[in-house]
């Protein structure tokens, strides 16, 4: 049974950090690129951050960019994403997936969630100010 399963998410102050981490089973990790993408209430799904299979490319939503960054360890089938320098408008639930395709498709396709084909039940941040 494929499945990713996000966890660490929480409560955080504006300004603080979180580490949220994805845990996948039942496919080859090391073959898939992965993303995080988040939803807020009343919002649509945005992409967030994605990170290919063998970590030489990574792309991030500029409102992320500097302050997040996605990394995966392919030995503990985890991607990782650390957010720092925190923001309210980062509350959302984060959701993490898994994309089968080439590394030339998600370079115009990256933060498409249709290019993703498995997606975690996803974890709820709350920054409070």
């Known amino acids: 049974q494929v499945q990713l399963v996000e966890s660490g998410g929480g409560l955080v102050q504006t300004g603080g950090s979180l580490r949220l981490s994805c845990a996948a089973s039942?496919?080859?990790?090391?073959?898939?690129?992965m993303a995080w993408f988040r939803q807020a209430p009343g919002k649509e799904r945005e992409f967030v951050a994605h990170?290919?299979?063998?970590?030489?490319?990574?792309y991030y939503a500029d409102s992320v960019k500097g302050r997040f960054m996605i990394s995966r360890d392919n030995a503990k089938n985890t991607v990782y994403l650390q957010m720092n320098t925190v923001k309210p408008e980062d509350t959302a639930v984060y959701y993490c997936?898994?994309?089968?395709?080439?590394?030339?498709?998600?370079?115009?396709?990256?933060?498409?969630?249709?290019?993703?084909?498995?997606w975690g039940q996803g974890t709820q941040v709350t920054v409070s100010s």
């Open positions: 039942g496919l080859t990790f090391s073959r898939y690129a």
């Open positions: 990170i290919s299979w063998g970590r030489t490319s990574t």
């Open positions: 997936a898994a994309g089968a395709g080439s590394g030339t498709y998600y370079s115009s396709n990256y933060d498409q969630g249709s290019a993703y084909v498995v």
